[in-house]
T-cell receptor, first 115, second 113 residues
Framework: EPEVTQTPSHQVTQMGQEVILRCVPI?????FYWYRQILGQKVEFLVS????????KSEIFDDQFSVERPDGSNFTLKIRSTKLEDSAMYFC?????????????FGPGTRLLVL | AQSVTQPDIHITVSEGASLELRCNYS??????LFWYVQSPGQGLQLLLK??????LVQGIKGFEAEFKRSQSSFNLRKPSVHWSDAAEYFC???????????FGTGTRLQVFP
C-alpha cells in the first residue's frame, strides 16, 4: 500500500540554524500538508500546498517557514532560523484531492529538537 | 470559537471490554468529522470519517462512530478491545470550505490483559 514517507525521523539542531524536513507524498496525490505536534499538545495545521502554491496557512506559519516541491516527488518544509519553541513532531500529509471530505494520509513524522 | 474537544485524556480498559471515546465539536455548520489513531512511532492512520448520510459510520479494525447533530458529538466505539488497540486516538474536523484538519487533544488508550 502506498504511504507517505518522511526524513529524517529525528533531527537535533542548534537554535538559529536552518533545518529542512523532507517528505515524499503518495505519488498520485496533488495536495500536500504540514502539521506539527508540540510535546503534550494537539496536532496543529501549518500549511497546505497545491499546484506549487500555498493554499492556506496558519498563524504559526510565519516568515521563518517555507515550503517547496523542488521536484516531482519531494515536498519540503524549511525553518530558516530555528527557535527553541520549534521543537516538535512535524507531520507531512497528502491527499488525492483537496476537498474537505478527502482523506489525508500522514507520514510517520520527524521529531525536531532545537537546543 | 471553533474547537474540537476530547474530554478524556487517558482511558484504561481491560482486553475484551467495550470502548467509547468521546468527541465534541463546536462549529457553526456540521463539519466533516474524522477519527485518527497514532501508534507509538507511527504516523496518524485514518480509522473512519463522516461527511453525510448514515450517522453510524463503520471504520477499520472494528471501530465505529456515531454522529449526533443534536449533541455536536462524534463518539468512537468498539465492542471488544484488543491489546493491539493501545494507542492515541484523535478526533478531527475539517470545517466547511477548507481542507485543514483541526484536531482534538487526543485520548490515550491503555489496554490491560
Amino acid at each position: 500500500e502506498p504511504e507517505v514517507t518522511q526524513t529524517p525521523s529525528h533531527q537535533v539542531t542548534q537554535m538559529g540554524q536552518e533545518v529542512i524536513l523532507r517528505c515524499v507524498p503518495i505519488s498520485n496525490h496533488l495536495y500536500f500538508y504540514w502539521y506539527r505536534q508540540i510535546l503534550g499538545q494537539k496536532v496543529e495545521f501549518l500549511v497546505s500546498f497545491y499546484n506549487n502554491e500555498i493554499s492556506e496557512k496558519s498563524e504559526i506559519f510565519d516568515d521563518q517557514f517555507s515550503v517547496e516541491r523542488p521536484d516531482g516527488s519531494n515536498f519540503t518544509l524549511k525553518i530558516r532560523s530555528t527557535k527553541l519553541e520549534d521543537s516538535a513532531m512535524y507531520f507531512c500529509a497528502s491527499s488525492e484531492q483537496g476537498q474537505s471530505q478527502e482523506t489525508q494520509y500522514f507520514g510517520p513524522g520527524t521529531r525536531l529538537l532545537v537546543l | 470559537a471553533q474547537s474540537v474537544t476530547q474530554p478524556d485524556i487517558h482511558i484504561t480498559v481491560s482486553e475484551g471490554a467495550s470502548l467509547e471515546l468521546r468527541c465534541n465539536y463546536s462549529y457553526g455548520a456540521t463539519p466533516y468529522l474524522f477519527w485518527y489513531v497514532q501508534s507509538p512511532g507511527q504516523g496518524l492512520q485514518l480509522l473512519l470519517k463522516y461527511f453525510s448520510g448514515d450517522t453510524l459510520v463503520q471504520g477499520i479494525k472494528g471501530f465505529e462512530a456515531e454522529f449526533k447533530r443534536s449533541q455536536s458529538s462524534f463518539n468512537l466505539r468498539k465492542p471488544s478491545v484488543h491489546w493491539s488497540d493501545a494507542a492515541e486516538y484523535f478526533c478531527a474536523v475539517v470545517p466547511y470550505n477548507t481542507d485543514k484538519l483541526i484536531f482534538g487533544t487526543g485520548t490515550r488508550l491503555q489496554v490491560f490483559p
